[in-house]
């Protein structure tokens, strides 16, 4: 079993930064491929960015690419996103998501474990 606890949301005015940081509690943190998905009102759940299981690969969906940056420290059990250059249409609630696999999973349906979510506000 694996928990996820992510931080960081709030509300920023556009053109602003936010960090989102995710904690997970798995012993073998990093055998798990993990990703940040959000899922603005009225809309479907996305896949904003995800990593391989040492970094070494990375997926940002178009929308962000350019402006977020995912990371993870696999001797803290974390993955950040930077989200820089913040858009209104960036409102979100955002979560964390770890699959079992050490190869980057950009199906919702791969991911095994989810967090609660942090709610992020861009202001126009």
């Known amino acids: 079993q694996v928990q996820l606890v992510e931080s960081g949301g709030g509300l920023v005015q556009a053109g602003g930064s936010l960090r989102l940081s995710c904690v997970a509690s798995?012993?073998?943190?990093?055998?798990?491929?993990v990703g940040w998905f959000r899922r603005a009102p009225g809309k479907e759940r996305e896949l904003v960015a995800a990593?391989?299981?040492?970094?070494?690969?990375?997926y940002s969906a178009g929308s962000v690419k350019g402006r977020f940056t995912i990371s993870r420290d696999n001797a803290k059990n974390t993955v950040d996103l930077q989200m820089n250059s913040l858009k209104p249409e960036d409102t979100a609630v955002y979560y964390c998501?770890?699959?079992?696999?050490?190869?980057?999973?950009?199906?919702?349906?791969?991911?095994?474990?989810w967090g609660q979510g942090t709610l992020v506000t861009v202001s126009s």
């Open positions: 998501a770890a699959a079992s696999s050490i190869t980057i999973v950009t199906a919702a349906e791969g991911y095994d474990y």
């Open positions: 798995a012993r073998t943190f990093s055998s798990y491929s």
């Open positions: 990593v391989n299981w040492n970094g070494g690969r990375t």
